[in-house]
């Protein structure tokens, strides 16, 4: 199951930052999430990695989606060509990129590495979608925005 709301990058309505030189590019892709697309395993499309580019960092934030005890772990990373997972492709990092920390109340964190996976990233000629997953579910899920910044530049 993917996400069932969209954002202005993913539907082309905005258009995904390029740099123009040897800058680092920060954009935040901003998601209004359901309690149901919060599922165990439930992986979908938040952002647009461009053509060209390699991350270099990520940060999630979101409000409070987990009303619960704090458990909720999400995964980054590029999301595999059936739209379903995270890539394990070699060029995309091999794995997902990291994981964030449990937590309970609105949040703001930087991507927990997963080993080498992000800088392993190597630029690709189209743009890539970057997928968000859900790796442990919520105690108790409910409706909220969750955000991915990526910080990227020109390979």
């Known amino acids: 199951m993917s ?9 082309g309505r905005k258009p995904v930052v390029y740099p123009a030189g040897a800058e680092i590019v920060a954009v935040r892709f901003p998601l209004a999430v359901l309690a149901a697309d919060l599922a165990l395993n439930n992986a979908g499309q938040i952002g647009i990695l461009p053509a060209g580019c390699i991350p270099v960092d990520v940060q999630v934030d979101g409000t409070d989606v987990d009303t619960g ?13 059936a739209g379903t997972d995270l ?4 060029a995309d990092g091999g794995k997902n990129w990291g994981s964030t920390v449990a937590a309970n109340t609105d949040f703001q964190q930087r991507l927990t590495f997963n080993g080498n996976a992000l800088a392993n990233v190597q630029p690709s000629a189209v743009d890539r979608r970057i997928g968000l997953k ?3 579910a919520p105690t108790a899920a409910a409706a909220g925005t969750l955000g991915v910044t990526v910080f990227y530049r020109a390979a």
Request: glycine share 4%.
């Open 3 to 11: 996400f069932t709301n969209s954002n202005d990058y993913i539907t």
């Open 69 to 81: 005890a704090a458990a909720m772990v999400l995964q980054v990373g590029i999301l595999n060509a």
């Open 87 to 90: 890539s394990t492709d070699a």
């Open 134 to 136: 859900v790796s442990t």
